[in-house]
């Protein structure tokens, strides 16, 4: 308890332990009784599905390295179980050989095949005559059995998937609205396909949330920020006067010309995108110039680039036309979506880096735009769905074509260098690190040149005394590699920064067409030590359709790669992503595995008005926010979200959409409502990123050993888009309250509730620092109680309170306690805790 108190900054003078242990318990009760409960009742519950991420993990982190060093001897193929072992199913794993179960699920110190591939057995090291897995293949191994190794191969879900057709390739069909029983109910076509479903289950729609709930609903979803109580009076003065659809259309008009609405859900796509600011993996490298695709990608939504052009510019901006060098810097910013995956920057051996490099790129692109991955056929034709190792090293060969400029320099941490990509000078361009004196230019370039002839010095001397039969030993050793070596790249690296003046250069992240046009040969069991052949460079021969430009000969093939994604003729394009922006706002997607439309993944549970909003969307040019106007001004939008024990016996999942979702906000519109509510949010954006401006003097930096960058990586009070996206390091309130994993491809977050969340709520100085400034707006308003409390609610939920919970609150702001901290009384006690309520960081 003292511990608890003292982190949250709230100490006692004068007064007894129970006296303060009276106030605690009060809070709580504030907290847990009398403000509103968690949403979901425990009644909601059903069983879940099973996670198609744990299958994805599989597909793309433990097969490959199954068939890559354990098939050649533990499979049906090659007719071999040494050890009576098996591994190529999800049975045979399981039951295991000689030594006992291979896999246990949830425990890796049980699990034979963890400890011989760790080498941890003297008498059992695999594979065989071979160096050990690395570091990473193993972190995965141990990953998977901890999740419960998730493992489609068994022989009758596989016979199942290879029967289900590909029902996401299909045309795109025009269906007419169906008709419905109650036609006073629908708003347009999105409700006559909900309602229509409903119906033929003997179901009604929920009726509509209350006009408060609706509104704080609608400037959640779409500007990630709560109203005020202004926006609040307003809108109830227009629905009275104007009625409620003309005022909710007006409402939706409006938000959506605001900058708000570009950072909202410009976050949506950089969960997709995998944004970050570092590389991840072994070294975790910051990449201090990522934050210009995160502003690139914020200024697209707010401008409402149409999403088949915003595709374009991130996969061949380079390659399309510009109107003039602002232009073109913007495009070759937008490219940057190829170059802020996660590296291996501390991978030694360099064909290696580049198959992975390319296998992030090609699992991207097809992950994020397809809602499907090409890169599972990397070492095997996929098991599920319909592309080929041919397929894989097709795209690859346009990825291989293709440089990637991520902008480290080689160091001691950083074994591979990538270069930045230069921008053409615009007015107004922002640069982050400092230019240096053209002396310093001169000198840095001395003694880079002094560097490679004592390299090339040394090489001679020692390639002089070995064709003379000398001793050769001390001439040239590794040492001396090494040390120029990691010298030349920090130079280099220095160099690339500054004009020949030491101007300092504007710089990005990006990619661009390689000098040397080549296909990709074709790697057997993905092993770059085994190349065969070589695999003209084509789009997925199942996803072809008529029209398909074909790859010139000396282009790379991302122009054609964008316009084969973005055509009007691919029918999987615009419904994977119609279907992410319906899972935003109604909780779930029409097709629930969004970020999965394989034979894995789920069918639509509206498959005609999957194709009419894909169809819609497509003709209407595109368009992110007509999309979401339609969608928000639906009746199926406004339902209430109350429980009904008819419905839910039917639909537990609601996947007949019979009520609004009880939805957890993200972990920034939590921090954001926080900011708000305590009237410190700044709005304006920052320049650049913590990471670029705290690196900027430097291009490398690992992570983990650079002292530059504060503990608090959330203490600003700009909107939390902003924040530093470090891999392996986010700001507390991302990574505790269920942020996208900044290394995957993330169309839907999960959502849980662990006690570390409450104890941040409870702890955390960035909430009591909120809550402090909550009180003193309070206190600048008011000095009345009751009108405190109503102030309050109205900036907490979007509501007065109830009169018990005004009563409650109010005798609980007139007790006689004082706290040790003249700075944290009563006052700050209920403001922390109104911030703490699940009210607070849930819809509805």
């Not at 009742?41 to 991420?53: H, N």
């Amino acid at each position: 308890m003292a511990t608890a108190r003292k982190a949250a900054g709230v100490t006692t003078l004068g007064i007894a332990e129970d006296a303060l242990k009276m106030m605690r318990s009060s809070l709580l009760l504030l907290t847990l009784g009398l403000l509103l409960a968690a949403p979901a009742a425990a009644e909601d519950k059903s069983s879940p599905p099973i996670d198609p991420a744990g299958i994805t993990f599989f597909e793309t982190k433990i097969r490959p390295v199954l068939v890559q060093h354990c098939y050649s001897c533990h499979s049906q193929e090659s007719g071999k179980a040494e050890g009576e072992l098996r591994v190529d199913s999800r049975d045979a794993i399981r039951k295991g050989g000689d030594r006992g179960p291979a896999v246990v699920p949830g425990d890796p110190a049980s699990s034979w095949l963890l400890i011989a591939a760790a080498h941890k057995d003297d008498d059992l090291k695999m594979p065989p005559k071979a160096e050990r897995l690395s570091d990473a293949a193993l972190a995965d191994l141990r990953k998977w059995i901890e999740m419960g190794a998730p493992d489609p191969r068994d022989a009758a879900s596989a016979s199942k998937l290879a029967k289900k057709e590909f029902w996401a390739s299909r045309p795109i069909a025009e269906v007419s609205p169906p008709a419905v029983k109650d036609g006073d109910w629908s708003k347009g076509p999105i409700d006559q396909f909900v309602l229509a479903k409903l119906e033929a289950e003997g179901l009604a729609p929920s009726p509509d949330a209350s006009r408060p709930t609706l509104l704080r609903r609608l400037y959640f979803d779409l500007t990630g920020l709560p109203p005020g109580p202004a926006d609040l009076a307003r809108f109830l003065q227009r629905c009275d006067a104007d009625g409620e659809d003309a005022s909710l259309a007006a409402e939706v008009d409006s938000l959506l010309t605001t900058a708000q609405f570009g950072e909202h859900w410009g976050r949506h796509w950089l969960d997709v995108a995998r944004f970050a600011e570092s590389s991840g993996k072994e070294a975790n490298i910051t990449f201090p110039y990522a934050w210009r695709y995160r502003d690139y990608v914020i200024d697209s939504v707010t401008a409402d680039v149409p999403y088949d052009r915003f595709l374009q510019e991130q996969i061949a901006g380079d390659l399309l036309p510009a109107a003039n060098d602002a232009d073109r810097a913007r495009l070759w910013i937008a490219t940057a979506f190829l170059a802020i995956g996660p590296k291996n920057l501390d991978e030694g051996n360099e064909p290696q880096f580049t198959a992975d490099l390319i296998d992030e790129q090609i699992d991207t692109v097809t992950r994020a735009v397809l809602s499907n991955s090409v890169a599972c056929a990397r070492c095997h034709d996929h098991k599920f769905d319909p592309f080929s190792m041919e397929d894989y090293y097709g795209l690859a060969g346009v990825f291989r074509s293709t440089k990637t400029y991520f902008g480290t320099a080689v160091s001691p941490s950083n074994r591979v260098g990538g270069d930045p990509l230069v921008l053409p000078k615009v007015e107004g361009q922002k640069v982050l690190h400092a230019s240096i004196p053209a002396k310093k230019v001169e000198d840095l370039k001395a003694k880079l040149a002094a560097l490679r002839k004592e390299e090339e010095e040394k090489k001679a001397a020692s390639w002089k005394a070995i064709l003379e039969k000398r001793d050769a030993s001390g001439i040239y050793t590794l040492q001396d590699a090494l040390r120029i070596f990691w010298q030349t790249g920090g130079i280099e690296g220095e160099l690339e920064r500054v004009s020949d003046t030491g101007e300092a250069l504007p710089l990005t992240m990006g990619a661009k067409d390689a000098t040397e046009i080549k296909d990709s040969p074709l790697y057997e069991r993905g092993d770059v030590a085994r190349a065969k052949g070589s695999v003209p460079r084509a789009i997925p021969a199942s996803l072809r359709f008529e029209g398909c430009e074909p790859i010139p000969a000396d282009q790379s093939g991302r122009l054609q790669v964008a316009h084969w994604l973005t055509s009007p003729q691919n029918p999987i394009t615009p419904r994977v992503f119609v279907n992410r922006v319906w899972h935003h706002l109604i909780g779930a997607g029409l097709v629930k595995s969004v970020d999965n439309f394989g034979s894995t993944g789920d069918l639509p549970s509206h498959p005609e008005l999957l194709d009419h909003l894909a169809s819609r969307f497509v003709n209407e040019g595109w368009s992110l926010k007509k999309l979401v106007r339609q969608i928000v001004l639906s009746r199926t939008y406004r339902q209430s979200s109350q429980f009904r024990r008819d419905a839910f016996d039917k639909d537990p999942d609601n996947r007949l959409v019979w009520r609004a979702a009880k939805r957890r906000l993200t972990a920034e519109a939590i921090r954001d409502a926080m900011l708000a509510t305590s009237g410190e949010l700044d709005p304006a954006r920052p320049d650049g990123s913590l990471v670029g401006r705290v690196i900027g003097d430097r291009p490398v930096s690992l992570v983990g050993l650079d002292a530059r960058l504060p503990k608090d990586l959330d203490g600003s009070t700009q909107r939390s888009v902003y924040l530093p996206v470090i891999r392996d390091r986010l700001p507390d309130i991302l990574e505790l309250f269920d942020f996208a994993e900044p290394s995957l491809v993330t169309g839907e977050r999960e959502t849980t509730n662990v006690p570390t969340q409450a104890l941040y709520l409870m702890n955390s100085p960035f909430v009591i620092a909120r809550a402090k400034a909550f009180a003193g707006r309070l206190q600048e308003a008011t000095s009345s109680p009751d009108e405190q409390v109503t102030q309050a609610f109205q900036l907490c939920f979007g509501r007065d309170p109830l009169p018990e919970e005004k009563a409650r609150a109010s005798a609980f702001l007139s007790q006689p306690v004082q706290a040790k901290d003249e700075s944290f009384g009563v006052l700050e006690v209920f403001c922390q805790s109104m911030l703490s309520t699940a009210e607070f960081r849930n819809l509805d």
